[in-house]
T-cell receptor
């Protein structure tokens, strides 16, 4: 079985500051890891995903995440926050069964 | 591509009534997923289909919930009878499964259900 834990339900950053969202996973098989973003009243949109290979994954909108097996982590970062990054972010994991298990989500607020 | 289409976007009904949510997946995708999102429980997978066949319905909360996929371009999620605790946002997602973990699920805009 797979699960993820997102540390911090709410993160507030200043515009231009680093965005860091934390995600730790648990998996009995090699995991596939995802970050999704949800804007208000919309569905989820894939930011990036890790399957195999390079552990630093680059996604859309300037986001990237690094898979660290030794730390069972997949933290999401963006060097410089923009007002348009205000949204809810979900980390998710899947194994060999095609089923995504989502974290509880982290809401990002960007201060002007 | 139009993306995943869900209807209705909002549904308000009274306890005991039947509710039917609809989903049209992205053309060419072979898998479809139904999720429920609530503040208390977050995002939960209810059921998923592969090639129109239900593969895993272990997330369906109880017999009041049923889902069908009569063809590759249409799926329904039905609640009968509905209860206030069913109030949530229901998402449909589709993907082209070619191997574990390599697929991307594309989500629809969701149906916000309120049961009074």
């Amino acid at each position: 079985a797979q699960s993820v834990t997102q540390l911090g339900s709410h993160v507030s950053v200043s515009e231009g500051a680093l965005v860091l969202l934390r995600c730790n996973y648990s998996s009995s098989v090699p995991p596939y890891l995802f970050w999704y973003v949800q804007y208000p009243n919309q569905g989820l949109q894939l930011l990036l995903k890790y399957t195999t290979g390079a552990t630093l994954v680059k996604g859309i909108n300037g986001f990237e995440a690094e898979f660290k097996k030794s730390e069972t982590s997949f933290h999401l970062t963006k060097p410089s926050a923009h007002m348009s990054d205000a949204a809810e972010y979900f980390c998710a994991v899947s194994g060999n069964d095609y089923k995504l298990s989502f974290g509880a989500g982290t809401t990002v607020t960007v201060r002007a | 591509d139009a993306g995943v289409i869900q209807s209705p976007r909002h549904e308000v009904t009274e306890m005991g009534q039947e509710v039917t949510l609809r989903c049209k997946p992205i053309s060419g995708h072979n898998s479809l997923f139904w999720y429920r999102q609530t503040m208390m429980r977050g995002l939960e997978l209810l059921i998923y289909f592969n090639n129109n066949v239900p593969i895993d319905d272990s997330g369906m909360p109880e017999d009041r919930f049923s889902a069908k996929m009569p063809n590759a371009s249409f799926s329904t999620l039905k609640i009968q009878p509905s209860e206030p605790r069913d109030s949530a946002v229901y998402f449909c997602a589709s993907s082209l499964l070619v191997g574990p973990g390599t697929d991307t699920q594309y989500f629809g805009p969701g149906t916000r259900l309120t049961v009074l």
